[in-house]
């Protein structure tokens, strides 16, 4: 009897303390996709694309980097295994390079993460020689061919950067 009359008065405390009123507001707290999308927020601005080129008996090597200035990583989305369409035109503008032409690359969604405040770097190199390239002035485009960052489209929003690269003969 005695632990009835306790368990019994606890259970009105308990419930008394329910209806009371409080001067405080209560503020309803974002949904979960709000928060998602606020904190998955990118300022596309703060991703920072390079073009390195330079070119030594023949061959040409291309470097191009990604940089990430934003507080949050970068997600990149490809619709292939491709990442960067390096194209290279010769002085009166004709593709004399082009690798999303030339490489085979796998048809598979891929995903490439840049953290906060560091560098994803591709390179690529053609052999002048090889293909019997003509000495002379050469403009190299660097295409960073990702669809998405963090879910949202691009939508060409990371515009190509170029390079012009001299391929001449060696003074002996």
Do not use: H
């Not at 019994?8 to 209560?26: P, R």
């Not at 991703?47 to 030594?56: I, Q, R």
């Not at 082009?98 to 969604?109: G, L, P």
């Not at 485009?141 to 963090?150: E, Q, Y």
């Amino acid at each position: 009897m005695k632990k009835r009359s306790i368990l019994l008065l606890a259970c009105l405390l308990l419930l008394s303390g329910c209806g009371a009123k409080s001067d405080k507001e209560i503020k309803p707290t974002p949904s979960t996709k709000q928060t998602v999308g606020q904190i998955n927020e990118i300022d596309v601005e703060k991703l920072l694309s390079t073009l390195e080129v330079t070119e030594a008996n023949g061959l040409v090597k291309m470097k191009y980097s990604l940089r990430n200035d934003n507080k949050i990583p970068a997600n990149f989305t490809f619709p292939s295994s491709q990442t960067v369409d390096f194209t290279i035109k010769d002085e009166s503008g004709q593709v004399v390079y082009q690798s999303s032409r030339e490489m085979v690359y796998a048809q598979v969604i891929t995903n490439v993460a840049v953290p906060s405040g560091k560098t994803q770097v591709w390179e690529e190199q053609v052999n002048f020689v090889n293909k019997n390239l003509p000495y002379g002035n050469y403009v190299i485009t660097a295409n960073f061919v990702a669809s998405k960052v963090n879910e949202k489209n691009l939508n060409g929003e990371i515009k190509p950067v170029t390079q012009t690269v001299t391929y001449q003969k060696l003074l002996q």
